[in-house]
């Protein structure tokens, strides 16, 4: 019993940790996915097991968002339904990707979302300089063919997500970054919240330790979210970047 004591206190604390870190930089599935894999968990149920406690754990200040978002309904539809189309065929994209193959991706997916992370900002100007601008007039559809293949991988894996979002929103005329947040986190919330659907019905949630995970993230989001002024965003990325380089070569060595 005290094995699982210890396991529980470990899930418990990663999950506080990475919602604390949602909250203000974003890059805290990094630590909640690996957590899992730590003890033992199958690396599909694992990625489906995290994507919901933190799903859970953003839902619960979601509602802060509200007034960010008012007068941008249209747009906020568009992407949303672009969202939930691409967020059902990335998680039916897991469902049919076997345990053998997921586990030899982690390193690279690790990898890929911790590459994302650290260069959001260059990522951001190249997009800006390739993708035609949104406005009420012009809805290009290279943007929300951007948004749905970013919207697959959020089902699919989902570390990096926010940050590609942002990247894509930054053309679109909202131009306040606390609504371009805003939107970024409400599509989060759809494109992660179907492809639980599909987890859910597959049996791969593990509803243990998403209690006890999602308990962890919770409290992480709202402690974020009350001490996001005394944190500074450029540190946090820091030690996320540092733990998704590390985790990266912890699993590709391991591999």
């Known amino acids: 019993?005290?094995?699982?004591?210890?396991?529980?206190?470990?899930?418990?604390?990663?999950?506080?940790?990475?919602?604390?870190?949602?909250?203000?930089?974003?890059?805290?599935s990094f630590i909640s996915f690996s957590a899992l894999l730590f003890t033992g968990v199958n690396p599909i149920a694992a990625n489906a097991t995290t994507n919901t406690a933190m799903w859970l754990g953003t839902a619960a200040s979601a509602g802060g968002y509200r007034a960010e978002m008012a007068g941008k309904k249209k747009q906020l539809l568009v992407f949303a339904l672009v969202g939930i189309a691409g967020g059902i065929?990335?998680?039916?994209?897991?469902?049919?990707?076997?345990?053998?193959f997921f586990t030899h991706l982690i390193?690279?997916?690790?990898?890929?979302?911790?590459l994302l992370f650290n260069f959001s900002s260059k990522i951001t100007k190249i997009l800006q300089s390739h993708l035609p601008k949104w406005d009420e007039q012009k809805h290009?559809?290279?943007?929300?063919?951007?948004?749905f293949v970013i919207s697959i991988y959020g089902g699919f894996f989902g570390a990096g997500m926010g940050i590609l979002m942002l990247a894509v929103l930054s053309v679109t005329e909202l131009g306040n970054?606390?609504?371009?947040?805003?939107?970024?986190?409400?599509?989060?919330?759809?494109?992660?919240?179907?492809?639980?659907?599909?987890?859910?019905?597959a049996g791969l949630i593990l509803w243990h330790q998403l209690v006890i995970m999602a308990c962890g993230a919770i409290?992480?989001?709202y402690l974020g979210a009350v001490y996001a002024q005394k944190l500074d965003p450029a540190i946090v990325k820091r030690i996320v970047v540092?733990?998704?380089?590390?985790?990266?070569?912890?699993f590709f060595l391991r591999g």
């Open 1 to 28: 019993m005290q094995i699982f004591s210890y396991q529980h206190n470990f899930l418990f604390l990663a999950a506080l940790l990475a919602g604390t870190i949602n909250s203000v930089a974003g890059g805290g």
């Open 89 to 100: 065929l990335g998680a039916l994209l897991l469902l049919v990707t076997s345990a053998k």
């Open 107 to 114: 390193p690279y997916l690790l990898l890929c979302a911790t």
């Open 140 to 147: 290009p559809i290279a943007l929300l063919v951007v948004q």
């Open 177 to 201: 970054i606390h609504t371009m947040n805003a939107f970024k986190s409400f599509l989060g919330l759809c494109i992660n919240g179907v492809a639980i659907i599909p987890f859910m019905l």
């Open 219 to 221: 409290l992480g989001g």
């Open 242 to 250: 540092f733990l998704g380089y590390t985790m990266s070569a912890f």
